[in-house]
């Protein structure tokens, strides 16, 4: 089984349908490997961009004897409002004989606006994925104040069995369609207010984000937070 397959499928996609370009980032950073108490980690970065997009980042990542996964994750360019995205598919990762799924749209500004753009596009591709039969997720560590605040209807973090690869990256495939229209769609914000509140954002996600989720946390503790902050300075602050 190929545990890396979302990051294949996604640098195919994007490659075809918005011509992403790789975008440099320090090569001390595209290969990191640490220690856990759970076992050695370690993470492979690629980062690209495209139009309307600063970030693209793709992460293969492996823990332990088995675990392995792949995460990707967008942020826009700074005059866009285009909510973050976060997509995770991981094998054996946290259960054994389980697949990890994680799928997260972050609007920047919290309004009825951000509702009808970025949350009613993906509401029917969230209530078709939470027909599976999965299991919550229980076995990482609990999220902090901050990201507890920004949980949204669009959040799914599942177990599920193997069985259901071919379904969770069918649902990939779909939640990428849903997005890349909305990014096709999008005009930069030219509304002084919102720029602001848009800004506010990303400067609050970027102070608690690596210490408020556990993905975070276990950086620092694989990596040392050095590496950690260079990390996320590169591929995960927006």
């Known amino acids: 089984m190929n545990k890396y397959i979302l990051g294949d499928m996604v640098i195919k996609k994007l490659k075809r349908e918005i ?31 495209a139009e309307k997009l600063k970030k693209i980042s793709i992460g293969k990542h492996s823990h332990g004897e088995s675990g392995a996964g792949a995460v990707l994750m967008i942020a826009a360019e700074n005059e866009y409002d285009l909510p973050f995205v976060e997509i995770d598919i991981a094998f054996d990762f946290g259960e054994k004989d389980k697949m990890f799924t994680e799928f997260e749209v972050i609007p920047l500004v919290k309004d009825e606006e951000s ?5 009613e596009p993906f509401r029917q591709w969230r209530e078709a994925i939470g027909k599976l039969p999965a299991k919550p997720l229980t076995t990482f560590g609990e999220a902090r104040e901050f990201m507890k605040a920004h949980v949204t209807p669009i959040e799914y973090i599942h177990f599920l069995s193997y069985d259901y690869t071919d379904e969770v990256l069918n649902f990939a495939d779909q939640f990428l369609d849903i997005f ?56 995960v602050y927006l």
């Open 180 to 235: 890349l229209d909305i990014c096709q769609k999008a005009e930069p914000v030219k509304d002084a207010k919102r720029r602001k509140e848009m800004d506010t954002f990303r400067s609050e996600w970027n102070r608690y984000v690596l210490e408020d989720d556990p993905s975070g946390i276990a950086c620092i503790n694989a990596f040392g937070r050095q590496k950690a902050e260079l990390l996320y300075n590169y591929l």
């Open 115 to 119: 509702t009808r753009k970025y949350v």
């Open 19 to 49: 011509g992403i370009e790789p975008k440099p980032f320090p090569e001390e950073l595209k290969i990191l490997e640490g220690e856990l108490p759970s076992g050695k980690f370690r993470w492979e970065s690629a980062l690209y961009q």
